[in-house]
């Protein structure tokens, strides 16, 4: 066998594999199989500004608890396929993670949150909120369907609901809130 020590030999890349990130706990018997219709269903989070990175975890939580393998837990199963749904920069994100550092899904989630649906977004949301208005000829049931999606949006805003109350009551304008007093005897507040 020819040695390979030349300089020029020393250019070429070698394939390594470096440790993941995420520590898998030991499954019961090693012995099952990921179907690739799994891996189909899972959600994917390319990291783009317009995705949502709580709606992701939401859906991403509710697939995976149709994948039922005996031999492993929900959470073994949540961190086994969450490599299948984030791509791009995503995905190369996931990788620079130091290695063994997600010990359980909640540590997972709380990298991901900080790193995808950073300060600012919180903040413009919670604006957003504090300042809903109601637009023009909207219906009450499509004002009210408008802030319920806001607040799903940001479900660590902190606002608490006595206070959504009157920000809700506070945007409407002044012919809806007439017809909502009337419908509530003057008791709304």
């Known amino acids: 066998m020819a040695n390979n020590n030349s300089l020029q030999d020393k250019f070429y890349p070698i394939h390594t594999s470096l440790p993941s990130c995420i520590l898998l706990p030991e499954a019961n018997g090693n012995n ?3 179907k690739l219709q799994f891996t189909n269903t899972l959600p994917r989070f390319h990291g783009l500004e317009s995705e949502d990175a709580y709606f992701i975890i ?3 939580e509710e697939v995976c ?3 039922r393998i005996p031999q492993l837990g929900e959470d073994t199963v949540r961190l086994r396929f969450i490599p299948f749904t984030l791509k791009d920069i995503v995905k190369k994100w996931l990788y620079n993670l130091p290695a063994s550092s997600i010990f359980s899904w909640d540590d997972f989630v709380k990298v991901f949150l900080k790193k995808f649906y950073p300060i600012h ?4 949301i919670r604006k957003n909120i504090m300042q809903f208005k109601q637009e023009s000829s909207e219906p009450f ?3 009210f369907e408008r802030f319920k999606d806001l607040l799903a949006k940001c479900p660590h805003h902190g606002i608490e609901k006595w206070r959504q109350c009157q ?3 506070d945007g409407l304008d002044y012919k809806t809130k007439t017809l909502l007093e009337t419908m509530c005897q003057g008791e709304f507040l």
Do not use: D, H, N, S
């Not at 977004?121 to 413009?124: C, D, G, H, I, P």
């Open 58 to 60: 939401r859906e991403f």
């Open 167 to 169: 920000i809700l009551y």
């Open 121 to 124: 977004k919180t903040a413009l």
């Open 65 to 67: 608890l149709m994948m």
């Open 141 to 143: 049931w499509k004002y």
């Open 32 to 34: 099952f199989e990921v």
